[in-house]
């Protein structure tokens, strides 16, 4: 059986009757399948590709029917369909599966690079191509975005095969043997040039010389029509060989009768060709970019720098032009021919320098005379052309607002390097001519500082240290900032540079302390850069003055925008293409200080409604995003009212490790959208977003934070009046403190919770009463808390409360355990995690297993204990429980230190404390140090094993952070199960009894 995907997708039996699987769905799981073969394609992956961003309620069943109907279609086959969490695998071999054999053979094909290779790699390539039996891969599945990516990916790859082909082909001097191909190909897509290229190449080594223009011409119309565009330097490259290309010799004509020989005037020598540098004066007092000079110098001026292009980006006032003309006038040296340059004014006041007006320049700076210069521009493209063809010239194309008319400014001689600087990210010049990109951004710290000492004296800024790393700072450390601020200084020489920092502190100030009497200043460069962006892309540059955190994602921006995310990517592309935005990440987007108050002064200019609607749809978004996710890892939580309706702009979390995810990248602006809400006086949004935040928080470790988001929260419940609103977020904040070791604190607030909501009841109470019985027991009142404890889940029982029954059932389990009843306690952890049997990854069915495996330790059931701790670590890693999987991975350790197992206890104990590291949990972390400095010291082991322990440590240290191995907090409550640190360790260790302090290990 052969699977075909390189068209419709369908199986060929072993007859060569073809099979096509019932629908296109099915056809698509089939694909994926395949396309993945010998790996697990997540269940998720297959409702994207289905069903795009809106899988269905039934989605997993459908793929379920879908899974069931392919295993009856490839029984009795080389293919085997399996479950494997979190979805499903095929197994079988590779060349039954056309995709990965046309992969296997244009990689041999690409292998046969020795002398006299070309002749294999085109029967290789031959045979790939014949593979395709459509003009799309993957034809008839569902059209949605991941099968358009699939599918384009493996349209590209046949492309690039087709292009390895003829170009073998060319070598051979079969060009003609392409031919059919390549115009069938170039037909379907009239704007890839490189296809273009090729054919006019293959017809012109055919002999077919009008055909060959015909094609060009072809190609060339449709760009200018459809896109705009000249004709990019492969295509043309083709069609001026072909122009200047020998001819073949011809039979001679019959001899015509002579004329007398006319005398002619000897000609003179031709005149020496002028040296050319229209560089600018390069930039006094230049300091830095010492690292972007060498890259320069390698991609242009070195000995492999013939024809190179480069193109360098940055923001306005990264320097950008003040780089290239330092770099170019050092490497002057390297192109004998001369310096071209022009500022062609992209992003500056006026109008646009365009391509007629620079290769007039050009040309005469070349040497043509004025009355000989074309008129048109095409005809002055050429002579450019034709002129730099056996020069070795440095072009610098300086500020170029886009890629439309640079094509023709690139000079022809393979000897030649072109640099163009630009605010914009010009990725066509990329795509279509190979450029290297150079990116430059802020300068380092310390060449921030040196630019400062030459613009102020050395003297003066050292002077001021601190001061003066803060003026860098509040500049983006941009050369154009820096300049300005020195440039107040050295105004005010009596000024200490201290006496600055005030005005660019102030963030109302920063601007306009960053201006000067005449037209340069960050306000007006950035002015110049936004007049060049759509209505969209400004105004969304405005509205994300309203957003507080430090980064943004198209989610985001669409709920600013009010419109979808395909919108908003391409507004928040724009901005980043301009460098108005980074995107450090992928999808992440994060703006430089100045940046982001030059769009709050875009906002101040709106009216006071449309600033207040930009922070409010903010809050909705997330709201709706945060009760979505609040909702995985606490099933059943009540939003206290209906969150707003999500949009198609919610961020899609299938999981609670996506929730999880999601929330340490947006949990700065959760925190600052509560206050912002707080702030336009919309306390009920305020409280509602931190109350649903906080079982988030909890299950990402961030302690600190949690407690700063619930205090603001609490501020803004108490100004609603609302007596449950309070309750509520005094007994979540209650659980913060509790968390942090603030037992007094915790105590107090939980129980003005459960006074509060005595006479109401419901599910805020028993709330109320489990997170007062934590505090209880985090104050040794071990008898109350369990009284408590079991009063909550009275309470829950008696009235149907489910909202808080599994915190209750999770954290009462815990409260028997520290008071000494470990068969209760495990019997409580159970019926917990029963409640949250259908959800095995919620918040409190993991605590439940952390409880339950402490129970089965202290109840002397090691085998089962042992089990249960990994079950946990697993669950808990899977789910990205932070501090959870801390909590589990410490106390396996304990475990195994009671089993006599140290070596395999110190391993756990570094995983722990590595966990607790990256947290920045710094105190857990000293603690869990000594621990391990006291096992490796204390406990008598075999040398091997010895030398091991400190192996172990070595290795966790040394290990990166890693997306799928997350770190926890500490938690020093019952909240989780863990029990209070003992003086075991510490006794013994003083006693000298280290064996006995390694083998009872205190709980930290």
């Not at 039979?251 to 005149?271: G, K, L, M, N």
Request: hydrophobic share 45%.
């Amino acid at each position: 059986m052969f699977i075909r995907l390189l068209g419709p997708v369908e199986l060929r039996a072993a007859d060569g009757r073809a099979v096509e699987p019932a629908g296109p769905k099915r056809c698509a799981v089939l694909a994926l399948l395949a396309l993945e073969l010998g790996r697990t394609v997540p269940v998720e992956r297959l409702f994207e590709l289905l069903w795009g961003e809106a899988p269905p309620a039934r989605a997993r069943a459908a793929v379920q029917g879908h899974i069931a109907a392919l295993r009856k279609q490839i029984a009795d086959s080389p293919f085997t369909l399996l479950t494997r969490a979190p979805g499903y695998r095929l197994d079988g071999p590779a060349e039954l599966v056309d995709a990965l054999l046309f992969e296997r053979l244009t990689a041999l094909a690409a292998g046969e690079c020795a002398p006299g290779g070309d002749e294999a790699a085109v029967k290789l390539l031959r045979e790939a191509l014949d593979l395709w039996h459509g003009g799309t891969a993957l034809a008839n599945l569902p059209e949605t975005g991941l099968r358009h990516a699939v599918a384009d990916r493996l349209d590209r790859r046949r492309t690039r095969a087709l292009e390895c082909w003829a170009e073998r082909l060319l070598r051979l001097g079969r060009g003609a043997d392409a031919v059919t191909d390549l115009d069938r190909a170039a037909e379907a897509d009239g704007l890839h040039e490189p296809l273009a290229a090729l054919l006019v190449r293959c017809l012109h080594q055919a002999g077919r010389f009008a055909d060959a223009l015909t094609a060009y011409h072809r190609t060339r119309r449709r760009l200018a029509e459809e896109l705009g565009l000249a004709p990019g330097r492969a295509l043309q490259s083709a069609v001026d060989d072909m122009l200047t290309a020998d001819p073949e010799p011809t039979p001679a004509a019959p001899a015509a009768p002579t004329s007398p020989p006319v005398p002619v005037d000897p000609v003179d020598p031709p005149a020496p060709r002028p040296t050319v540098n229209q560089l600018p004066r390069a930039a006094a007092r230049f300091v830095g970019r010492a690292a972007e000079q060498r890259w320069l110098d390698a991609e242009c001026a070195g000995p492999h720098g013939g024809g190179s292009l480069a193109v360098v980006t940055g923001p306005a006032g990264a320097g950008k032009t003040a780089t290239v003309v330092q770099w170019a006038h050092a490497a002057a040296g390297a192109f004998p021919d001369g310096l071209l340059f022009a500022d062609l004014n992209g992003f500056g006041p006026g109008h646009r320098t365009g391509p007629v007006e620079v290769l007039g320049r050009f040309l005469r700076a070349l040497g043509v005379e004025e009355r000989e210069l074309p008129e048109d521009r095409y005809a002055r493209a050429a002579l450019y052309r034709a002129l730099t063809g056996r020069r070795r010239l440095l072009v610098v194309l300086d500020n170029a607002g886009d890629a439309e008319d640079l094509a023709d400014l690139l000079p022809a001689g393979p000897d030649c390097a072109t640099v163009i600087t630009s605010r914009s990210s010009l990725e066509d010049v990329v795509v279509t001519e190979g450029a290297a990109l150079l990116r430059l951004g802020a300068l380092p710290a310390e060449d921030a500082l040196g630019l400062l000492e030459h613009l102020l004296t050395p003297a003066r800024v050292r002077a001021e240290p601190e001061a003066s790393a803060k003026v860098a700072e509040l500049c983006d450390r941009l050369p154009l900032a820096l300049r300005i601020a020195a440039a107040r200084l050295a105004a005010q020489p009596g000024w200490a540079i201290a006496d600055l920092v005030p005005e660019l502190a102030d963030e109302r100030t920063r601007l306009q302390t960053l201006d000067t009497q005449g037209a340069i200043s960050v306000r007006s460069a950035l002015g110049l850069t936004v007049r060049r962006l759509s209505a969209t892309a400004v105004h969304l540059l405005a509205l994300l003055a309203a957003h507080p955190g430090p980064e943004t994602d198209a989610h985001a921006a669409a709920a600013l925008l009010a419109t979808d995310t395909a919108e908003a990517r391409r507004a928040l592309g724009s901005l980043a293409a301009h460098h108005l935005l980074t995107e450090d990440t992928p999808g992440r987007y994060r703006r430089h200080d100045l940046i982001r108050l030059y769009g709050a002064e875009l906002l101040d200019e709106r009216p006071a409604s449309e600033r207040a609607g930009a922070t409010l749809a903010l809050v909705d978004h997330f709201l709706a995003a945060a009760a979505h996710g609040a909702g995985l890892l606490q099933p059943g939580l009540d939003p206290f009212g209906p969150p707003p309706l999500p949009g198609p702009a919610r961020p899609r979390l299938p999981d609670v490790r996506a929730a999880l995810d999601w929330f340490r990248a947006e949990e700065p602006t959760i925190r600052g959208l509560v206050t912002s809400a707080a702030d336009l006086g919309d306390h009920r949004r305020a409280w509602r977003l931190a109350y649903l935040a906080n079982c988030l928080y909890y299950g990402a470790g961030r302690r600190t934070d949690r407690l700063a988001c619930l205090r603001a929260g609490l501020e803004s419940a108490v100004l609603t009046g609302d007596p449950a609103a309070v309750a509520s977020m005094e007994a979540s904040t209650a659980r913060a403190l509790s968390g942090l070791g603030r037992a007094e604190e915790a105590h107090r607030l939980a129980l003005r919770a459960v006074t509060r909501t005595a006479d109401a009841g419901g599910d805020v109470h028993v709330h109320a009463l489990t997170v007062l019985a934590v505090a209880s027991a985090a104050r040794g009142e071990h008898a109350e808390a369990v009284r408590l404890g079991e009063r909550a889940i009275a309470l829950a029982g008696a009235h149907g409360l489910a909202e808080h029954a599994p915190f209750a059932f999770s954290n009462t389990a815990a409260l028997h355990g520290f008071a000494g009843d470990a068969g209760q306690a495990l019997r409580r952890a159970r019926e917990a995690r029963a409640l949250l049997a259908e959800h095995p990854q919620a918040t409190y069915h993991l605590s439940a297993m952390v409880n339950e495996a402490h129970a089965l330790q202290q109840l002397r059931r090691p085998a089962e204990a042992g089990r249960a701790w990994r079950e946990t670590m697993e669950r808990c890693r899977a789910a990205g429980a932070v501090h959870l999987e801390a909590v589990a991975e410490r106390h396996y350790a304990d475990f195994l230190l009671d089993a006599d197992r140290p070596v395999e206890a110190a391993s756990h104990l570094r995983s722990a404390h590595c966990l607790y590291e990256r947290l920045g949990d710094a105190g857990v972390a000293r603690q869990l140090e000594r621990r391990l400095a006291t096992l490796a010291g204390a406990v008598t082991v075999a040398p091997s094993a010895r030398r091991a322990l400190p192996a172990a440590s070595g290795a966790c240290r040394s290990r990166p952070p890693d997306r799928g191995s997350p770190c926890g907090e500490v938690p020093r409550h019952p909240e989780t199960g863990v029990r209070r640190s003992t003086v075991t360790v510490r006794r013994a260790c003083r006693s000298g009894d280290h064996h006995r302090a390694a083998a009872r290990p205190g709980r930290l």
